[in-house]
């Protein structure tokens, strides 16, 4: 720890054993304390003067403000060159006011009773205790506990899933009061790392449970590393008391769960009970030494069965024994019993319970369906009473059962998805064709695995690659209970500030030493930014840092004279060229989108009709492309259109307005970012559909580089006119665009433009109409600038002449520009993120169907040489990953008016390769994957997943995350092919 902190000089100062040396080390709640010298300290004279000093000081004050609270101080005493102590003590902090009483008269059991004491607090629900009992456990694995008790209200709401477990705690209120069911149990566990979630979740669930706290429905366990707010994982441990569980069980007429409470009912009678069901008769046998007594006995668990009322159970019928038991009691009943006693139970009486378990499960009862599925996934009940188990929760939808399972350690699909699906087809459920398994640990939201099996050939609700699980995940959402309030860590002390903290406060500090600026107290009233005493401050700071600033250019300029000067006179003065015409007298040529004649008899190069073959090499698989098509060169800078600030969507939208002049709208557009721009080849999408019976059909490919779905949904329903919306949308791209947690920075860019400011404001149902600045034809080259645009352009010329002409290189800055830009040169490698399209030959041009053709191959082993690694955690494209925000509202209002214009839309997840999916990224697309899932059944599109279909095909991808043209030929051959997708005919 540190001479720096004051702990170390208080523990030389109330110890006072001369030539001691002491060491101290804080791990978890617990502060461990080493005592050594030439001679072993004495145990009783340190423990004797550190309990004293303790129960003056509050240790708290002599730790960092960071440091968890303390529960236990161990000391350990060893000679000076020795590996281990020769002896240790434990110092409960909680109970020192024991100790000190024990000071005068030791007695050895002092300790076993304070530990016992604690044990007690904590069975009593005291947070303060139970966060020490935990600790015991989980501080040898440096991992501090807090914890707090707060009130949760209980759901009250219909149609809630059918669960095993937590009924018991609404069906059984009599030894619970009102306000102790609201009673939630509150855990946060930190440490300097992130400790594996399975290392801990079965022992704290454990821990918890032994306890047996009356009145507590549930435990939230937070794991954190020490400093961050974010947890990094969440566990929900059931608290129902193991008595109230095993009721719940017996209701449903469980033999085992019946044993074990009437034998908890007789244990003072020292008979041990056994039970046997035969037919609707329950046969239970009392057995001891002596015969036990049948009057006592019965009116022991005559009540308790009663109460219980087993399901399907019609009678009971108790046998009196003597004897030692029988080893397997529920083989046999016996042939000569001391005596017997019959009773009838509510079952015969009451209907709803005559019916065994068994049959409720055969004819559709979700809840004996959870209780029977419960039992088999959990064949020994010592440990799900001790753990929990695992937890069920079934919904029903339409012909397909959703089954949720989760548990403190995710249970296994292996071991789960198969047993369950098999049962249930066992029930032979008439409107049931099929079954969804899920499983995740107890407190997630969402599962890690899904398991499904359809029981008859039916029609997938979404259509994917394996239609069993099409309708799964649309209704995972209905499968998670439903809590009162969000999952958030609950408020303790405050921690130590961060290092980006202090390193703003050290500024804050320097410019406050210049007197220029003072640092306003977080405490003042905001009307003291207004007081008449703040003003001449920050005039002064304006006026000083503006001299300053005014200073430093003109010396930098002059400088930067000096040394470029002698350069220049040095370089020959180049020859004189034509001046170029003026802006206003150019003229954009038309851009025609028809083939010349004869284009389709011309044999050779890229401009041949069909597919080019290129074969890369001896060994090496021959990779397909589409001719390359001629490039449209649009000047955006000459556009008639307000721009958007990006340039690429000027430029497709000039094309695109030139591409439907020419041949009418498109039945098929292509839309998303460059990843779409790049990944789907619109010549070869159109020549697949031929040969699939969609003849003449156009595809257009209008992706943009940076686009989201705030961005898709602008261009679909407010750019397009209605007379130029397509026939059907495939909107390809990738988790990236529909992140939340990641700025939209191409839509902010377009949100500020001009060109923005010009759409209409357009109800999600009505086509779009766009205003005149959007429907002036391209004949029409004349700039549209705004009064204001032009008044300002015309200052700011006025503005750089005159300040050009007290420069000193200003005159020069065309030389100086070219001077640099042969001088300098840069190496790929200097950025770990590289610009495909700037080391790409011919990019940056895209063809007259809009697609961006690129002919570069990714390669592992070199790319990696040249650029950096980025590992999914540290990838800005998956920072504060959000699914439920803007971008979602986006693709609801294009999907609604996709709907209302009878266009189909199609969404599709592009493909990724395999060095770019590791762990994490993969996890994060998953749940991307299950969220266009639920989706696309709630809003109606049509999802196709091609995230791994060509990931271990390197040559199909320019990058680890873009397609080439190999790959985005593969793509659109794939999806023209793809049956599940509604093509229309012209």
């Given at each position: ?169 609404l069906s059984s209120t009599a030894s619970l009061t009102p306000q102790a069911l609201l009673n939630r149990l509150w855990v946060v566990c930190e440490s300097a790392y992130s400790p594996d979630s399975t290392l801990l979740t079965e022992t704290i669930a454990q821990k918890l449970r032994d306890l047996e706290l009356d009145g507590f429905r549930d435990a939230i366990v937070f794991s954190r590393v020490r400093g961050e707010t974010k947890p990094e994982w969440v566990l929900r441990v059931d608290l129902t008391p193991p008595q109230e569980m095993l009721k719940d069980w017996a209701r449903w007429g469980d033999i085992e769960a019946l044993t074990r409470l009437m034998n908890n009912a007789v244990r003072d009678q020292g008979v041990e009970i056994s039970a046997t069901l035969m037919d609707i008769t329950l046969h ?384 098929v557009l292509i839309v998303g970012s460059s990843r779409a721009m790049r990944g789907i080849d619109p010549v070869v999408l159109e020549q697949t559909l031929a040969t699939q019976g969609y003849p003449g059909m156009r595809v257009f490919n209008f992706g943009i580089n940076g686009a989201t779905v705030q961005v898709v949904d602008l261009v679909v329903r407010r750019l397009l006119a209605s007379e130029q919306q397509p026939k059907l949308i495939l909107f390809a791209d990738g988790l990236r665009a529909f992140n939340d947690g990641r700025p939209d920075v191409t839509f902010n860019a377009i949100a500020s433009s001009p060109g923005f400011r010009k759409l209409p404001e357009i109800a999600v149902e009505s086509a779009p109409n766009p205003t005149q600045a959007f429907t002036k034809p391209l004949e029409t080259l ?205």
């Open positions: 720890m540190g001479s720096r902190l004051p702990l170390l000089p208080w523990l030389y100062r109330v110890i006072g054993i001369p030539h001691t040396h002491l060491q101290v080390r804080l791990r978890g709640n617990n502060l461990y304390i080493l005592a050594e010298g030439r001679n072993c300290p004495e145990r009783s004279l340190i423990f004797t003067h550190l309990v004293r000093a303790l129960s003056k000081t509050e240790i708290e004050t002599l730790l960092p403000p960071s440091q968890p609270k303390v529960y236990q101080v161990i000391l350990y005493g060893r000679k000076s060159g020795e590996s281990r102590p020769q002896w240790a003590d434990v110092i409960h902090l909680a109970q020192l006011d024991r100790y000190l009483e024990n000071l005068d008269d030791p007695k050895p059991e002092v300790t076993v009773a304070i530990e016992l004491a604690n044990l007690g607090m904590a069975r009593r629900g005291r947070p303060d205790a139970i966060a020490r009992y935990l600790s015991e456990s989980l501080t040898s694995l440096g991992v501090a506990v807090r914890a707090s008790v707060k009130s949760a209200a209980l759901p009250e709401e219909a149609g809630m899933p059918q669960t095993a477990n937590l009924s018991s705690v239970v046998t009392a057995q001891r030494e002596t015969p036990p007594e049948k009057q006592r006995l019965f009116a022991a668990i005559a009540p308790l069965i009663d109460t219980i009322a087993p399901q399907g159970i019609h009678s009971m019928a108790v046998y009196g024994l003597s004897g030692s038991p029988n080893p397997m009691p529920h083989l046999s009943i016996p042939d000569s019993p001391v005596w017997v006693q019959w009773m009838d139970l509510p079952a015969k009486e009451h209907r709803a319970l005559s019916e065994s378990t068994r049959e409720l499960a055969k004819q559709g009862d979700l809840s004996a369906i959870a209780f029977l599925l419960t039992r088999q996934l959990n064949p020994n009940l010592n440990d799900q009473l001790a753990t929990g188990g695992i937890r069920l929760q079934i919904r029903q939808k339409e012909d397909l059962l959703h089954i949720m399972t989760d548990a403190p350690v995710c249970p296994s699909q292996g071991q789960v998805g198969a047993k369950v699906a098999n049962y249930i087809r066992g029930l032979n459920l008439p409107e049931v064709q099929g079954v969804r398994v899920y499983g995740r640990r107890s407190g997630q939201k969402r599962p890690l695995w899904s398991y499904g099996v359809d029981f008859l050939t039916r029609d997938s609700l979404i259509p994917e690659a394996t239609p069993e699980f099409a309708a799964s995940d649309a209704y995972v959402g209905d499968l998670l209970t439903k809590e009162p309030g969000a999952l958030t860590v609950p408020e303790f002390e405050e921690t130590e500030p961060s290092a980006w903290d202090r390193i703003v406060e050290a500024i804050q500090g320097t410019l406050a030493r210049t007197r220029i600026f003072t640092i306003e107290s977080e405490t003042a009233p905001n009307t003291a930014r207004a007081t008449q005493s703040a003003v001449p401050n920050e005039a002064k700071a304006a006026i000083v840092w503006g001299i300053l600033g005014i200073l430093l250019t003109v010396q930098a300029d002059w400088l930067l004279g000096q040394f470029v000067k002698p350069l220049l006179a040095s370089k020959p003065a180049p020859t004189a060229s034509p001046a170029p015409q003026p802006p206003e007298q150019m003229t954009l040529p038309e851009l025609s989108l028809q083939k010349t004649p004869g284009f389709e008899s011309i044999g050779s190069g890229f401009t041949q009709s069909g597919s080019t073959l290129l074969t890369p090499g001896s060994g090496s698989t021959a990779l397909l492309a589409s001719p390359l098509k001629p490039k449209a060169a649009i000047d955006t800078s000459r556009s008639p259109y307000p721009t958007f600030n990006a340039p690429q969507l000027d430029e497709k939208f000039m094309l695109y307005r030139q591409y439907v002049a020419q041949n009418g709208a498109p039945d004349a700039r549209t600038q705004t009064t204001v645009a032009d008044r300002y352009q015309s200052f700011n010329d006025q503005l750089l002449q005159q300040v050009g002409q007290l420069s000193t290189v200003w005159s020069d800055r065309n030389k100086l520009q070219t001077l640099l830009k042969s001088s300098l040169t840069f190496s790929s490698i200097a950025s770990s993120e590289p610009d495909p399209e700037s080391t790409i030959e011919g990019a940056g041009l895209i063809d007259i169907n809009g697609f961006l053709p690129i002919s570069n191959r990714f390669n592992p082993v070199t790319y990696y040489q040249k650029f950096s690694r980025v590992p999914g955690e540290s990838d800005a494209d998956y920072a504060d990953f959000n699914l439920d925000g803007v971008q979602t509202q986006a693709l609801r209002s294009l999907a609604q008016y996709t709907k209302s214009q009878d266009i189909p839309l199609v969404v599709i997840n592009l493909p990724l390769t395999e060095q770019y999916l590791d762990l994490y990224r993969r996890e994060r697309e998953q749940q991307f994957q299950q969220h266009l899932m639920r989706l696309s059944g709630e809003l109606g599109f049509t999802y196709r997943d091609l995230l791994e279909n060509w990931k271990n095909t390197p040559d199909f991808f320019s990058d680890p995350s873009h397609l080439n043209r190999y790959g985005a030929y593969a793509v659109a051959a794939h999806l023209g092919k793809d049956p599940l997708i509604p093509w229309r005919k012209r």
